[in-house]
């Protein structure tokens, strides 16, 4: 089975606070992505990367920066926290690049920023 | 543009059947997802369809019609455990799901 993990399930930090949420993947998929869920919107694409040093921003990338040097990690990064970045924040991988296959997802880090 | 509407909350008894509605428009289309996801959970795979028709697995079934920009997910014999939201997801002509806001379905005994 497919695992995908993230480093925290629930996460408080202060407004102007470096945030690192990090995600790992144990199936040698190629592609990870980065999602925030909010009440009433559907699941909004931060950052992907469909290959190690690679990455392509999202719909909604603004306040957000990623890593991948791994294969297996990919980490999304807050430079700034904001009281606005308060969410509910998934990682999912997929295992080729322009594929139909599904998304596996993470568990999510429910974040709040005070 | 790319847009997604489902009901934002459903209610239906133990034992019945329900089916919660997607309908989309979009330039590109590469196939049509549904998820299911339990309250504090990650979104977990329930069906794929990609050509007209229905495709059914076990209790939960997946209609698609792509003239009519539309599909939708038949639940039966409803279970408690069936509480959850269910997510529709177009994936477009750059193969990026595009997330519709999701259904909450309320089971009641």
């Known amino acids: 089975d497919v695992k995908v993990t993230q480093s925290s399930r629930y996460l408080v930090k202060r407004t102007g606070e470096k945030v690192f949420l990090e995600c790992v993947q144990d199936?040698?998929?190629?592609?990870m992505f980065w999602y925030r869920q909010d009440p009433g919107l559907g699941l909004r694409l931060i950052y992907f990367?469909?290959?190690?040093?690679?990455?392509e921003k999202g719909d909604i990338p603004e306040g957000y920066s990623v890593s991948r040097e791994k294969k297996e990690r990919f980490s999304l990064i807050l430079e700034s926290a904001s009281t606005n970045q308060t969410s509910m924040y998934l990682c999912?991988?997929?295992?080729?690049?322009?594929?139909?296959?599904?998304?596996?997802f993470g568990p999510g880090t429910r974040l709040t920023v005070l | 543009g790319q847009n997604i509407d489902q009901p934002t909350e459903m209610t239906a008894t133990e034992g019945a059947i329900v089916q919660i509605n997607c309908t989309y428009q979009?330039?590109?289309?590469?196939?049509l997802f549904w998820y299911q996801q339990h309250a504090g959970e990650a979104p977990t795979f329930l069906s794929y369809?990609?050509l007209d028709g229905l495709e059914e697995k076990g209790r939960f079934s997946s209609f698609l019609s792509r003239s009519k920009g539309y599909s939708y997910l038949l639940l039966k014999e409803l279970q408690m455990k069936d509480s959850a939201s269910y997510l529709c997801?177009?994936?477009?002509?750059?193969?990026?799901?595009?997330w519709g806001a999701g259904t909450k379905l309320i089971i009641k005994p």
């Open positions: 999912a991988s997929t295992s080729q690049e322009y594929t139909t296959d599904t998304q596996y």
């Open positions: 199936m040698d998929h190629e592609n």
């Open positions: 990367s469909y290959d190690v040093k690679m990455k």
């Open positions: 979009t330039s590109g289309f590469n196939g």
């Open positions: 369809n990609v």
């Open positions: 997801a177009l994936m477009d002509s750059n193969y990026q799901l595009i």
